[in-house]
């Protein structure tokens, strides 16, 4: 693999999760399902839900349960992957959290 390869993976998953987590956490407050004042009892457990439904996928492909392309055998990769969408649905979660304080 090419030495920018590794950050390329950890920004791309990172940025995709970001984008899911805020967009659920953001649609589930704008529904009403979700108060943005229960950040221990309501918002903390969906953004920990979040963050392990979006690293699963590099994890199940990096073991043989999901079909990969070569490269996502790979320690390394799978590890950029993991990280760049764990921290990415967790931060995207906060985010629509505190757009929703912020904003209301």
């Given at each position: 693999m090419e030495t920018h390869a590794l950050p390329d993976q950890f920004f791309k998953s990172w940025v995709l999760?970001?984008?899911v987590g805020a967009g659920v956490v953001?649609?589930?407050q704008a529904?009403?399902?979700l108060s943005p004042e229960h950040v221990?009892?309501?918002q903390a457990p969906v953004w920990v839900a979040?963050?392990?439904l979006c690293s699963i996928d590099p994890v199940l492909r990096y073991f043989g349960v999901l079909k990969a392309e070569i490269e996502q055998r790979?320690?390394?990769y799978t590890i950029a992957s993991v990280l760049g969408?764990?921290?990415g649905a967790l931060i995207g979660g906060v985010f629509a959290w505190g757009f929703a304080v912020l904003g209301g």
């Amino acid at each position: 693999m090419e030495t920018h390869a590794l950050p390329d993976q950890f920004f791309k998953s990172w940025v995709l999760s970001f984008l899911v987590g805020a967009g659920v956490v953001g649609a589930l407050q704008a529904m009403d399902l979700l108060s943005p004042e229960h950040v221990l009892t309501r918002q903390a457990p969906v953004w920990v839900a979040l963050m392990f439904l979006c690293s699963i996928d590099p994890v199940l492909r990096y073991f043989g349960v999901l079909k990969a392309e070569i490269e996502q055998r790979w320690g390394d990769y799978t590890i950029a992957s993991v990280l760049g969408r764990a921290t990415g649905a967790l931060i995207g979660g906060v985010f629509a959290w505190g757009f929703a304080v912020l904003g209301g």
